[in-house]
């Protein structure tokens, strides 16, 4: 038998791997035009720290003298791009999914804590749902981004038609920096995300291909109780049914997933400081 | 949906479902890799492969909803506009060029051919225009312009039936540049058959005697030295277009 927990909806992990290839053609495709007119820098006066972007780097990805294929690629896939990212949103909205992604009040204090776990600086996890806190707050801050190279872009493509956006955006030289600044972002956080990815290990990367998280195994499975030997013949007659849970077994289950929680919050709150601190007092 | 949906299956069940979940992740893929081969292996329509430039065609379609007369290029006072202007090719202005023997030849249907001088199109009512000329390559400059409205040229001209046409199509005198554009961009309030740069004639590396300002397309479409004017159904051939840049280029 498997424990498994229902992670990721069908329709999410189409919106991700749709825009995984995506959102990697539209960042190729933008250098392939960036590199026509390469004039942005990290530095002061004279002095370069960092050159967008080397010669080396051109080279290595091939990217010199392709500005015409780089904005038809830009401008036929800007609308998978977009269509995809739209479509995800409405559906965060209607599905009440965003209540797992959209950060809450105690995000910003807890990703804090994340971060410092991740780091190995720090211990304890504080509780979660579906996401952490960090994840929460990267999750929906790269919505917004999408948001803005969508903006920043329609307002570089067509500046005298959406004039008003243009100027909103600071005027048609800074909407172009704006739009390169958050292509520089989302491969930050691509390179972030897959490194988490890796470290988090497979059994989180395959729940973005199956949609669910293996649990570990309990021994609620193993303890035969009358309501568990019951589904385990249910499953000999007919092996390729779901067994839904019923209410005896959801109420189990709720007694031992606190049972199995509660150890955890004691370590976790005897290894708070701030806890720590209250209970001495 | 604040709950964890925790189900119990059997491992041969968990086996199967996670079996097909790859299967198709791997379909997938290889759809996704296929698809992004298929669209390279398609013939190249003008340089491009022909399903980008369907999508481009249709992005014109699409966009040129929004050029409405009234939305106008940025102006800038004369003080914002530079003094050194960018120089950025020379196609259709290396041929060896008599400037004193110039004139406009202006087609107005095949066959009727009139040619306009510089000083006729001097005559007509002169427009200044101070806006941030964008070329194609991302770089842009407030520059300073003048000449005669091209919607005013056309009514001078009487190309009332010209201009119902969908394109106009420009030319330099030795025919190594020329380009298309749609009426609508062609009519706007701020475009120009322009003879002036900062207050005074244009210099050759930028056009003389006349060259096309064009502030509602990248500077691609800003013909210099033109020498053929003529009008179209169908798209005039556009040098850039040839090789593989939308055609509309609108802003």
């Known amino acids: 038998m498997k424990k498994v927990e229902k992670k990721h909806p069908l329709a999410i992990r189409w919106f991700h791997w749709i825009n995984f290839p995506v959102l990697a053609i539209m960042v190729w495709s933008g250098l392939l035009i960036y590199w026509a007119n390469d004039i942005y820098r990290i530095g002061w006066g004279d002095k370069t720290i960092l050159r967008f972007f080397p010669d080396s780097f051109y080279k290595a990805l091939n990217i010199p003298f392709r500005l015409a294929e780089g904005m038809s690629l830009h401008f036929v896939f800007m609308w998978v791009f977009a269509i995809n990212g739209f479509i995800y949103v409405m559906y ?14 105690k995000s910003l204090k807890e990703s804090i804590k994340v971060v410092l776990h991740d780091l190995h600086l720090r211990k304890p996890v504080p509780p979660q749902k579906k996401y952490n806190a960090a994840q929460r707050i990267a999750y929906t801050v790269v919505i917004f981004m999408g948001f803005g190279s969508l903006l920043t872009g329609l307002s570089i493509y067509k500046p005298v038609q959406f004039h008003a956006l243009t100027s909103l955006l600071g005027g048609y030289e800074w909407a172009r920096i704006e739009h390169f600044t958050l292509t520089i972002l989302f491969t930050l956080f691509f390179l972030v995300h897959i490194l988490q990815v890796i470290f988090t ?13 293996v649990l570990p195994a309990e021994k609620e499975v193993l303890i035969p109780s009358p309501v568990i030997a019951n589904q385990m013949d249910l499953n000999k007659k007919e092996p390729d049914i779901d067994i839904k849970p019923t209410e005896n077994i959801s109420s189990n289950k709720g007694k031992n997933f606190t049972d199995e929680i509660e150890p955890e919050k004691n370590n976790s709150a005897a290894d708070d400081p701030d806890l720590k601190i209250n209970t001495d007092e | 949906m604040n ?171 030795d025919k190594e540049y020329y380009v298309g554009i749609d009426m609508p961009s062609m009519m706007h309030p701020q475009t120009l058959l322009c003879y002036e740069m900062n207050g005074k004639p244009l210099p050759l590396n930028q056009g003389y005697p006349l060259r096309l300002i064009i502030p509602v397309k990248y500077g691609i479409k800003n013909i210099k030295r033109i020498g053929t004017l003529y009008f179209s159904n169908e798209r005039p051939r556009d040098y850039w277009y040839e090789r593989g840049y939308d055609y509309y280029s609108g802003l």
């Open chain 2, 3 to 173: 709950d964890k949906e925790v189900i119990i299956i059997s491992s041969k069940k968990f086996r199967n479902k996670s079996f097909l979940a790859f299967i198709l992740f791997a379909i997938f893929i290889i759809a996704a890799v296929f698809f992004w081969k298929w669209i390279h292996n398609q013939p190249d329509v003008a340089g491009a492969p022909k399903p980008l430039r369907k999508v481009l065609n249709a992005n014109e379609n699409f966009f040129s909803n929004f050029l409405k007369d009234k939305h106008l290029a940025k102006t800038y006072p004369l003080s914002a506009a530079v003094k050194r202007v960018r120089v950025n090719g020379d196609i259709g202005l290396k041929s060896s060029f008599d400037t004193a023997a110039w004139k406009l030849k202006l087609v107005r249907s095949p066959g009727d051919t009139i040619l306009i001088s510089l000083a006729e199109i001097k005559a007509l009512p002169k427009t200044e225009l101070v806006f941030n000329f964008k070329c194609i390559e991302g770089w842009s400059q407030i520059t300073d312009w003048a000449g005669v409205k091209f919607s005013d040229f056309a009514k001078k001209y009487n190309l009332n039936a010209q201009t119902q046409m969908q394109y106009a199509g420009l030319e330099t005198p």
């Open chain 1, 92 to 105: 965060l909205l209607f599905s009440g999914e965003w209540r797992l992604i959209f950060p809450n009040k």
């Open chain 1, 201 to 213: 290990g497979w059994n989180n990367f395959q729940s973005m291909v199956t949609g669910f998280f």
